[in-house]
């Protein structure tokens, strides 16, 4: 067999060792470029490239934001004017509710007094028909003739008048 020294072994194997990753590295940056050289040729070739189309992507987002954001003051505004006439017709229905509670208040006012005069009234022609009803049939036929009588004095009295008033004029 051959014998090798240690110094010798140690001196081959860093040379090879250190010939590999040289070459590795070399390799990987060999595909590195090749591969950013590919996109950049693939942007040019084809007109595109992410940036731009994120750029345009952000712009319509955008804008259909400024969209949706103009809608909806437009529809708050809506909800507010609807919201306001609401509160007006509320408050009309509320006065007009007001004057009819007045009207009702009142008008019960009326019925309670117009009971009280018709009770009033009641009662009087209630004690009349008993003091008629307890006077003595003597005292019904009397009057009658009392009250021809002071009929029958008015009345002369008048033509009296009558008769004066024309012999004065004449």
């Known amino acids: 067999m051959i014998e090798v020294s240690s110094q010798e072994a140690k001196t081959g194997d860093v040379g090879r060792m250190s010939t590999q990753p040289i070459a590795l590295a070399a390799a990987a940056l060999v595909v590195l470029l090749l591969g950013a050289g590919g996109i950049g040729l693939w942007r040019a070739y084809t007109g595109t490239s992410p940036e731009a189309d994120r750029v345009v992507a952000a712009r319509q987002l955008q804008a259909k934001t400024a969209q949706t954001s103009e809608r909806l003051v437009e529809k708050t505004k809506d909800l507010e004017v609807t919201q306001q006439q609401s509160i007006d017709q509320l408050q009309v229905v509320q006065d007009q509710l007001q004057t009819v509670k007045r009207l009702l208040g009142a008008q019960q006012a009326d019925t309670k ?25 003597a005292e019904a036929s009397a009057a009658p003739s009392v009250r021809n009588k002071a009929v029958r004095t008015r009345s002369h009295a008048t033509r009296n008048v009558h008769r004066r008033l024309t012999k004065s004029r004449g």
Do not use: C, I, K, W
């Open 113 to 137: 007094r117009l009971s009280e005069q018709v009770a009033a009234l009641t009662e009087a022609v209630d004690g009349l028909r008993q003091s008629f009803a307890s006077t003595p049939p």
